[in-house]
Structures are given as C-alpha cells and as structure tokens.
C-alpha cells in the first residue's frame, strides 16, 4: 500500500526539476505520436518544429504575435481565477472586444488614426467588461454558478458575432467580414520602432506587469487574495465579497476585451466567430498553471505557443493536419498538470491503518 | 404540417445527439466530478465510431463480403463507448488519484480530445481519397434504419414518432435507467452520497474513489453515443472539421443544468432545446440569416434565465450535488 502525505514545502529548484521531467516526459510520448504518423526521427521532428517557429523573421514575429494574445488573456483571467471566480467566458470577452473594435472601425474611419484606436480601446474594454459584468453580479447578488453562466455567454457572444457578420459581411452572401479598411489602415496597429507587432508586444507587456503589480501591491489586489482564499475569512475583515467581485470580474472581463482588440486591431484586421479560437480556454490552464503569477505566465504561453506553431510546421511538412498541435498540447497539459501532485504530496511504501 | 414535422424531426435529431452528453454528464456530475470535458469525450467518441466503422466497411469490400449488420452496429458502438471512457478514465485519473483542479483538467480534455478527432478526422478524409470525403453509409443506414417502421400507423404519425434511428430511443432508454438507478437502487443512493458529501460516504463505508472512476468513466462512454450518433446519424456517416461538436458538447452541458441534475428533465429538455435551436424553420420564409442567427442563441439565453431563476428560488432539490468541482482528500477530514 502507498500512502500519500501532504508536502509541507518543496525547494524550488526540486519543483523545477519535476516540472522539467514532466515537460520531458510528454515531449517523448509527443515524439512518438509524430513518429508513428510521420516515421521521422523523433530528435528531428523537435528540429522541424523549431525551425517553424524560429525558422525566419517572419515565423518568429508570428510567434510573438499568437504569444501576445494568448498572454494577454491569460492576464486578464488572473484576477478572476486568483478570486477562485471560473470565468470561462474569456471567448465571449474578447469576441465582444473584437466587435466594439471592429465597429469603430468601421463606422468611425474619418477620424485620426490615434484617436480612432484610442476610442477602439476603450470600447473593447467597456464591451469586454460588460461581458464579465454580468455573470459577475449573479453570481454576486444571486450566487449563480458562475462557470456554467459564463459558457452560456461564450455562445450568446458567437451568435451575436455571426449576427453582426452578416450586417458587415463584404462581397454580400460571402458570410465574411474580409480585411476592414484594407486601403487606408483605418484603426490597424501602426509599426512601432520599424517593427510591425511592437504594439503588440507593448501594449500586453505593460499589461503584463500592471496587473502583477496590482495582484501584488494593491488594497484591491489583496481584497482578491482574501477572497480567493476564503469568503468567511473576507467577510470577517469587512470585505464586501460582492463588491469585489463583480469589480474584479469586470477588470477580468476588460482585459479579455483588450485582447480582442488585439487581436482585430494588431492581427486578423477583420472579426468572425473564430476570433478567439478558443485560446480563451488555453488561457484558463495557462493561468492557472502560472499559479497566477502574470511573469510564469509568459514561460507556460511560450511553451505552448511553441508546441502549437511547431506542430503547425510538422503538419505542412508532412500535408497532415494542423489539429495535430492541439492534440500534442493536450499530451502536455495533462503530463504538467499531473506532475503537481509530486509537488503537493509525498508518496510512501508502508501499511496503511485500516480506516 | 410539413414545416412542423420538418422541424420536430430535426429538434428529435438535435436532442438526441445533447440528451446522450447529458445524462452522461449527469451520471459524472452526481458522484461530484464536475468534467468539463464533455465536447472532448463527445469527439473522441464520434471519431472512435468513424474510424473503426470506416475500416470494418474497407475491409469487407476487399475481402469481397457484404458487412453484417450486427457487426456495422456493434463495433462503431463499442468502440465509441471504449474511445470516450478513456476519456473519462484520463480525468478520473488526473482528478482524482492526482488531485488535479477539475475544471482545468475538463478543459484539457476537451482541446485533447477536439485536438485528436479532427486530426484523425482530417487524416482519414484524406485516406478515404477521391473529393476528400469519408463515407461509411453502410454503417450509416444501419444506424438510420427507422426501428418501428412496421407498425402500421398513418404517415405523419410515423413520421413524428417512429421512424427514428435505434439510437433516438437508447437515448432515452438511457435517461429513464439513469433515474430510476439513481433514485430507486442502493448503489444509485451511495453514488449520490458520495457526490454530496464524500466524507461522511467514506465514514459509511462506500468507496469514494471506486464510485467516481466508475461514474464518470461511464458517464463518458455514454457521452460518446452522443459522438456516435451525430456521426452516424446526424451528418450521415461523414466527417467535417467545423467544430459542431465542441457546440454541442457545450450545450450538453447546459442542458445538464438545465435540467437541475434530473435525467428526466434532460429528456424533454434536449428536445426542447432542438425545437428552440431549429424553430426559425417555422418562420422560415419571413427569416434572414440575420435572425436565424439570434434564433441559435435561444438556447443558450434560457439556460441562463433557468440558472438564474433556480438560484433564486434556492430548492434544496435544485440543486447541484454539493461537492461538486471539489476534489476530496481523505487526509483532510
């Protein structure tokens, strides 16, 4: 019989060591997926997939970019995980994002390009935090589920899209909005120092440590930490968990809305209902794997950001499908999220008393 | 008449293909595992069936022999229902032996599985050569072959009822035998118990961890009908990567509070949520794409209100089993 203890603390350099060996692991299981369907050396298949992301300059600012996004949801999701609040409905958050951005742009293309991005920003934040709002205040005010009230919203926000869409579909009957503004770059992020995604980078790295900072250093911040570890706990201190909460959920929300923004105005330059892809889920286990830590956060979005680009790579090599990069992340997800127990527990051999 | 039965046929087909996610998810939420994988086992299942179906069908046709029907139907079955446990078992391993977060672990599932069914999918739309279209129709008729087609009843009636696919039954079969083995049988109270207050079960001296592998390792298989049946039968034994799947997953999750954890309120409410997902055929001369579109959201807008209403009203019997989404450590007691 093996028994299973709780492990007090564990040296970081040893929780490192786990995690590599985890990471390890689901490489070699991922190497052999690719080599039973490619027959291509396993050690080889990880050269291809390096090459595909940092093959050229161009695969490398493609990299940045999807990093970019995927890091920005995650940091608008820690406020609200750290709050031990599911919010799911990241898809949603930035599918609403995105269309308050497109809107502008499209409706609003006299205005200076500036002001018209400003305005695009602040209509995605508004737009996503709406969508955060309110399952934040039944959950608040009433106690709905919040996990299962935020999913529903991930569809009623895909339908609203698909609505939309059809209003701004260009070439009529093609069910696709196309490039906006494709002749005067209306509301497109401009290059920034030469590069054509520093905006990209600036806008989620700023992000990046104003959040960490506010998690960290703030009254609010802490309020969050209260919350999250205990309601009875807040409560005692003169918390107002639902005020909390819905604030939290809403800046949560926004953020998410921000990628949105991103992601039409730094990106695609254009919406349908697969803007978000369904990063907002990957975003949730980048979150929380991160321990909600916005700087862990960007090691984790790398790595997956890697897997997925250099599957991508693989799958046009070989003329097999790129579905294969979401298979191979799920390899690996499972393997880290699975070696948190060696980090959590002890194990050892010896009897058990019978309970 | 026409439009009526038009759309009834097509909310029984929707129904049943969420009905199956449904109770399957009901079973695995009842024993406190909340598996937020349901779209991931949904495909796993459907692809397990594709494949296994599409080489059975190859094979008879090099070895020159007609398929028998039984094994048409038994082996896309079995080996949905196999695909999808496994599903299960990876989450019930992960949850519960490694203690993982239920949630994050769910969502895994589901990119894992999505991942793998359109990978496998793709590739053998490729294998099947030609326009790039895999077919099983074979199987496909099988499955679609209306069971009661004897009976002797006017058209519209038959119609409306009994010219459904076997699948279209089970489903129900399945919700009705989830109700009466969660409400009238011992094993059915213990599953219970365990979901609302594993501690006090593992006092009584029920097995906590053998009680939520079993759940939701069959709760997934049954999950994986789902996949079977929208393989077979609602897309008629073909495969797209369009992500339809992943939606009705979801939805089967919806459903599954929807119906406040009954699998009685599953059944009718599926088909309700067919007839809501399908009802803009009734209007369908008057309507654009524009307001088919918000027709699509009804659904997921009346999950909501009964969500909300349900939180309001706060009846015990209403309620999610306690323990839900948390894992549970004996050495915590």
Redesign the interface.
């Known amino acids: 019989m093996i028994r299973i203890h709780k492990r007090p603390f564990m040296p970081l350099w040893q929780r490192i060591l786990v995690r590599a060996a985890a990471i390890i692991a689901a490489l070699v299981i991922n190497g052999l997926i690719i080599y039973s369907l490619t027959k291509m050396n396993p050690l080889k298949v990880y050269e291809t997939m390096f090459t595909g992301v940092f093959g050229s300059e161009r695969r490398i600012w493609n990299s940045i970019r999807e990093l970019m996004l995927l890091l920005c949801i995650g940091v608008g999701l820690a406020p609200a995980f750290k709050m031990k609040f599911w919010n799911i409905g990241a898809e949603g958050q930035i599918l609403l994002g995105g269309l308050a951005s497109a809107a502008c742009m499209l409706y609003m293309n006299s205005l200076p390009n500036a002001l018209l991005l400003f305005i695009m920003f602040v209509a995605s934040l508004i737009a996503g935090g709406a969508w955060g709002f309110v399952p934040a205040v039944a959950k608040a005010k009433l106690g709905a589920n919040e996990t299962l009230f935020t999913l529903m919203m991930n569809y009623i926000a895909i339908h609203l899209t698909a609505f939309f869409v059809t209003f701004w579909e260009n070439s009529y009957g093609s069910g696709i909005v196309g490039t906006i503004n494709a002749d005067t770059m209306k509301g497109w992020f401009p290059p920034l120092f030469g590069m054509a995604y520093g905006m990209n980078v600036l806008i989620v790295l700023l992000l990046v440590v104003l959040v960490f900072c506010y998690l960290r250093y703030t009254k609010q911040g802490y309020e969050i930490a209260v919350v999250g570890g205990s309601e009875s706990t807040a409560k005692y201190a003169g918390i107002s968990v639902p005020r909390v909460t819905v604030r939290t959920v809403t800046l949560s929300g926004a953020i998410c809305g921000v990628a949105g923004f991103i992601a039409v105005a730094g990106q695609g330059h254009t919406i349908s209902v697969s803007t978000a892809g369904g990063r907002g889920f990957v975003a949730i286990i980048v979150a929380w794997l991160a321990k909600f830590n916005t700087f862990v956060m960007m090691l984790i979005a790398f790595l997956l950001v890697f897997l997925e680009q250099g599957a991508k790579e693989i799958a046009s090599r070989f003329n097999i499908n790129d579905d294969l990069s979401k298979m191979i992340m799920g390899v690996i997800l499972f393997f880290i999220l699975g070696s948190e127990f060696f980090i959590n527990y002890r194990l050892s051999a010896g009897k058990t008393e019978q309970a | 008449m026409e439009v009526f039965i038009t759309l009834i046929q097509a909310a029984v087909s929707f129904g049943t293909v969420i009905m199956f996610g449904a109770v399957g998810e009901i079973l695995t939420e009842k024993s406190g595992n909340?598996n937020?994988g349901v779209p991931g086992t949904m495909y796993m299942g459907g692809i397990a069936s594709l494949a296994s179906s599409f080489f059975y069908e190859r094979a008879c046709q090099s070895a020159g022999v007609a398929p028998s029907p039984v094994l048409l139907v038994v082996i896309p079955m079995v080996c949905a229902f196999l695909a999808a446990a496994l599903g299960g078992l990876?989450y019930s391993f992960?949850t519960v032996t490694?203690?993982?977060?239920q949630?994050?672990?769910g969502?895994?599932?589901?990119?894992?599985?999505?991942?793998?069914a359109?990978?496998f999918?793709?590739?053998l739309n490729?294998l099947a050569g030609g326009v790039g279209q895999i077919s099983v129709a074979a199987t496909s008729e099988v499955y679609r072959a209306g069971v009661f087609s004897f009976m002797p009843l006017p058209e519209s009636v038959m119609k409306l009822l009994f010219n459904y696919g076997f699948l279209t039954y089970l489903a129900v079969a399945a919700g009705i035998a989830l109700h009466i083995f969660l409400n009238k049988t011992g094993k059915g109270l213990n599953l219970r118990a365990v979901g609302e207050n594993p501690a006090t079960a593992?006092a009584a001296g029920i097995s906590v961890t053998k009680n939520k592998y079993l759940a939701t390792c069959v709760g997934a298989g049954v999950t994986g009908l789902g996949g079977l049946y929208y393989v077979m039968d609602y897309v008629k034994g073909t495969w797209a990567?369009d992500g339809t799947i992943e939606?009705l997953g979801?939805?089967a999750?919806?459903l599954v509070?929807f119906a406040t954890w009954k699998p009685i309120r599953s059944i009718w409410g599926s088909y309700l949520f067919g007839v809501l997902f399908w009802a803009y055929l009734m209007f369908a001369s008057g309507l654009?794409?524009?307001s088919q579109?918000?027709f699509?959201?009804l659904p997921?807008?009346i999950?909501?209100i009964v969500?909300?209403i349900?939180?309001?009203r706060k009846k015990k019997e209403d309620q999610?089993p306690s323990s839900l989404?948390l894992a549970y450590f004996?050495?915590d007691r």
């Open positions: 909340l937020l990876i992960l490694l203690r993982t977060n949630n994050v672990t969502l895994t599932l589901t990119i894992f599985g999505a991942g793998l359109n990978f999918g793709g590739s490729m593992d990567n939606n979801w939805l999750v919806a509070i654009t794409r524009r579109e918000l699509n959201m997921y807008v999950t909501i969500l909300i349900v939180s309001l999610p989404g004996r050495e």
